[in-house]
């Protein structure tokens, strides 16, 4: 297995796109997932089995299997149950500090603002389980709803002959309030149209492969959902001072999730690019997952690129705005201050991009396909929803009345400025 080392100054127009408007297979199968979609909202469960038989290969008997994770939980190995609870500490740890305290304070004379925070009623975590088992999805994706107080946090996740029980322990310690055996499109359906055994939510969350991904994407305009949160992708930024193996360390990590993943690394500096390049090819050699790696190496979203300077690769990376990006550079954070379009950003030599993947405290649930120009990864904003709270004196209205019946007039809405004039006069009134 090789991987090519390409000069950014030489990509022509159609590389270029290729990475910046890289789709990881998602636009291909967005007609099958329509369709796939569209039977399950208007045939309920019978589509879901039929989904699930076709697709897992597995006749769902039960769809619910809420009680088999505790269940999991108990018999799990203690070392395993251990880590679940470590990384779920560390993530709950991390999510408590970003919850929102409710608030008001006076704006000029008389005119208090505020805001508030309520969580969302209800809401589903999709957590993964094709190729490989996503116990970590399962806290990153439940946790937060739990802090942020969601009252009913439903989870689906792919059936199999026997799912695996470190993803079900790990459903039950992050305490979701029901379980369901469904994955692929058919469970983003069910989530957002309903069927006769899962109720309907509000938003829906979580990270898949391009099918999971596509299907968000379709049932956006019907059911809020948190972003696209597809294939894995990563861009590491090097100089001279990167150790090329870790560095490709992170490109197999990430390559080997999915054949439709993205993994970059770009440097300045040719020796390192040579290297880098080298040992990817070396290291992806005999790995379990290696032709899961071997098909993400070849993306053309992918690759080992030599910029002709530092601006040049950050240029490159802003405009790519991966999911993770890793910066292992002398004057890293000299760097990150001109990038602003990343998902989540690891710094420095120690830093792997597979803590925040499982246990540092941060979320791996992010945005790919360069969601990240727009938004970050998953946090306890996404299960809030803010209000504005107002209260006006007498005077506090007297301050802002003439602008309001102005506009108010400007836009030929009579019965607003009435709304005003009317308080306005009867103050005026009571003063005389
Ligand atoms: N961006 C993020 O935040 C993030 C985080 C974790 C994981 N991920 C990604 O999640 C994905 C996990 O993928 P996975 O495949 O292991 O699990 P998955 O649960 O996403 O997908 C499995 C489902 O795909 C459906 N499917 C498979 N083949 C199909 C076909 N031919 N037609 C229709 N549906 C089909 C099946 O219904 C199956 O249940 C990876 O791409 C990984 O990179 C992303
Ligand atoms: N790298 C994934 C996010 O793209 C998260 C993950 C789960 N398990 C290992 N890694």
Redesign the pocket.
Known sequence: MSIEVRETAELGPDERVAFFERD?GIES?TG??RE?VDRVREEGDVAVRE??S???GVDVGNLEITDECERAYDDLDQSLREAIEAAAANVKEFHEAQLPEDWRREFGDGRELGRRFRPIDRVGV???????A?P??AI?GVVPAVVAGVDHVAVV???AEEINPATLAAIHVAGADVVYQ??????VASLAYGTETIDRVRKIVG???????AAKAVVRGDVEIDFL?????VVVVADETADPELVAAELLA?AE??P??SVVAVTDDEATADAIANAVGEMAHAREREDVIRSALENDASGVLLARSMSEAILFTEEYAP?HLSIVADDDESILTRIDSA?SVFLGPNTPVAAG?YASGTN?????NGGARVTG??SVETFLRSTTVQRLTGDGLAEVGETITKLADAEGLEAHAESVRTRLERTEDADS
């Open positions: 990881a199968v099958d997932v796939i989904f699930s076709e697709f897992d999709y957590v993964p389980g094709g190729s490989a996503y970590s999805s990153m996740t792919p059936p469904v994955g692929g499109a058919q469970a990270p898949g492969n391009k099918w999971v991904t949160a597809g294939p894995s992708e990430q999730h999915d439709n993943a999911e998902g993947d791996h649930v992010l945005p790919t990864g998953l």
